[in-house]
């Protein structure tokens, strides 16, 4: 019942538009966000850093819902891999996982409400994609290099050094 509230309240406000953008350092938030988690054995490698114009609050749930997706559907033992590049206008960010994976015929409905591949609310990824949307960039769904999911997040204006 605590995850649908939390997940509604957060749906709320998730699709729309950013108005009020803070530089962001997306080593630092990617970092404070898993510690705020329980993580059982998973790890969390971090590659790269850039400063990233973005709502703190939403990137932060953005990047909570993304991180317990991959406890929750790879296991407790999963080690996830943020990277960070930026180009010196936009930002990419990319969260893989060594889990599952997601199935190539699920990728464009899994972050649509409702849709859930494992028995959760199938809110968290919908809302990832309404944070994402709300700040005028674009989300990928693939596999990543170990074979598990691999999400996307290009266009995240950059916030200079």
């Known amino acids: 019942m605590d995850d649908m509230i939390e997940?509604?309240?957060?749906?709320?406000?998730?699709?729309?538009?950013?108005?009020?953008?803070?530089r962001v350092s997306l080593d630092g938030t990617v970092r404070r966000v898993?510690?705020?988690l329980e993580t059982a054995d998973a790890t969390l490698a971090v590659e790269?850093?850039?400063?990233a114009l973005a709502d703190q609050d939403r990137l932060e749930q953005l990047l909570s819902n993304l991180f317990r997706n991959a406890i929750e559907?790879?296991?407790?033992?999963?080690?996830?891999t943020v990277s960070v590049a930026s180009d010196g206008d936009a930002v990419t960010l990319a969260v893989c996982d060594d889990g599952p994976g997601i199935p190539r015929e699920e990728r464009e409905s899994v972050t649509e409400r409702g849709v859930s591949l494992g028995g959760g609310t199938g809110l968290g990824l919908a809302i990832v994609g309404d944070i994402v949307e709300a700040h005028g960039s674009t989300l990928t769904v693939g596999e990543s290099d170990a074979g598990g999911?691999?999400?996307v997040i290009e266009g995240l204006e950059a916030g200079g050094s």
């Open 7 to 22: 997940g509604l309240l957060a749906l709320a406000t998730a699709g729309e538009t950013v108005d009020d953008l803070d």
């Open 73 to 80: 559907h790879a296991g407790e033992e999963v080690a996830v």
């Open 149 to 151: 999911a691999r999400f």
């Open 48 to 51: 790269g850093d850039a400063t």
């Open 34 to 36: 898993w510690s705020r």
